[in-house]
């Protein structure tokens, strides 16, 4: 059982370049999300869905776009790099809706020159 | 706006030593949910503990225990007789009623380094 899974781990890119970040969950969770993870702030809230088809924007979603076509996949488009994208990015998943935890992928540390 | 605040960024232990990492939370909710996870230094986050807001009991499982109190609006987590394998950061975070990990609000994180 991989658990939820993202590539790559790690990446660089040009400013103005775009990218997809993927992430694949193979425990059926309804629940999906992408995090940042900046040095001293904690994890951030990105872009979030609830089941295929349905997202929805978190804390800091500007400049990245989501889609949700399968409940398997949760993939991150960043549409024209910036080096404030410069960050760890966590994608996660979740069973249920009410307090259930999140189970988090290895992460991607992606860095924008 | 909930926000979740650890105000401990580094604590530096030796081993067997017990300490206790702080978390303050506020929200305007009455009913919310409290997460800690854990994250070592190959970088991945664990789970460790959810709270919801009606169960102020303590738990306690192993070396690791948290205090829950609504009347302070803190979650603080201790380990007992440290050891250097507890060496990570630690995050605190706070979901509200109707959601749960997928989204939540985190803390900024204690770094906890134990030396041998």
């Known amino acids: 059982n991989a658990g939820v899974t993202q590539t790559p781990k790690f990446q660089v890119l040009k400013t103005g370049q775009s990218m997809t970040l993927q992430c694949a969950q193979d425990?059926?969770?309804?629940?999906m999300s992408w995090y940042r993870q900046d040095p001293g702030m904690g994890l951030r809230l990105i872009h979030y869905s609830v089941g295929a088809g349905i997202t929805d924007q978190g804390e800091v979603p500007n400049g990245y776009n989501v889609s949700r076509s399968t409940t398997e996949d949760f993939p991150l488009r960043l549409l024209s790099a910036a080096p404030s994208q410069t960050s760890v990015y966590f994608c996660a998943s979740s069973p249920g809706r009410r307090g259930t935890e999140a189970f988090f992928g290895q992460g991607t540390r992606l860095t924008v020159v | 706006a909930q926000k979740v605040t650890q105000a401990q960024t580094e604590i530096s232990v030796v081993e067997k030593e017990d300490v206790t990492l702080d978390c303050v939370y506020e929200t305007r909710d009455t009913t919310y949910y409290l997460f800690w996870y854990k994250q070592p230094p190959s970088g991945e986050l664990v789970f460790l503990i959810r709270r919801n807001s009606f169960d102020e009991q303590n738990e306690i499982s192993g070396r690791y225990s948290w205090n829950f109190q609504k009347s302070t609006s803190s979650f603080n987590f201790t380990i007992t007789a440290s050891q250097v394998v507890d060496s990570a950061v630690y995050f605190c975070?706070?979901?509200?009623?109707?959601?749960?990990?997928?989204?939540?609000?985190f803390g900024a994180g204690t770094r906890l380094f134990v030396k041998a």
């Open positions: 425990m059926n969770h309804e629940y």
């Open positions: 975070a706070l979901s509200d009623w109707n959601t749960g990990g997928f989204k939540t609000i």
